[in-house]
């Protein structure tokens, strides 16, 4: 059975950082497309970093580029999002999700994804 669950969420000051963690049971994750996701309140999910299985590659948005990180540890089958220099506009429930297909590419819109977590609450205010 694939889980996907996501921790580390919580409330900083603009300026902060926190860490996300996605930890992956059923299929390793290493060999699937895999990504971030984000959804504001009364806002469409939208997509913030992915990792590409077929050649590596990872992927930003352009309002997270310079300050996030996507990473995995294969050791540990988990994905991070290490979010630097945060802004109000980065509150959002964040979710992981992978892809079904082995050696898939990732893609930062919600639709090829398969698998999805319960997502984590993040919080950016003074």
């Known amino acids: 059975q694939v889980q996907l669950v996501e921790s580390g969420g919580g409330s900083v000051q603009p300026g902060g950082s926190l860490r996300l963690s996605c930890a992956v049971s059923?299929?390793?994750?290493?060999?699937?497309?895999i990504g971030w996701f984000r959804q504001a309140p009364g806002k469409e999910r939208e997509g913030v970093s992915c990792?590409?299985?077929?050649?590596?590659?990872?992927h930003y948005a352009d309002s997270v580029k310079g300050r996030f990180t996507v990473s995995i540890d294969s050791g540990k089958n988990t994905m991070y999002l290490q979010m630097n220099s945060l802004e109000p506009e980065d509150t959002a429930v964040y979710f992981c999700?992978?892809?079904?297909?082995?050696?898939?590419?990732?893609?930062?819109?919600?639709?090829?994804?398969?698998?999805w977590g319960q997502g984590t609450q993040v919080t950016v205010s003074s």
């Open positions: 990792i590409s299985a077929d050649d590596g590659s990872s």
């Open positions: 999700a992978a892809r079904s297909r082995i050696y898939s590419d990732c893609a930062l819109r919600p639709i090829p994804y398969d698998y």
């Open positions: 059923g299929f390793t994750l290493y060999y699937y497309g």
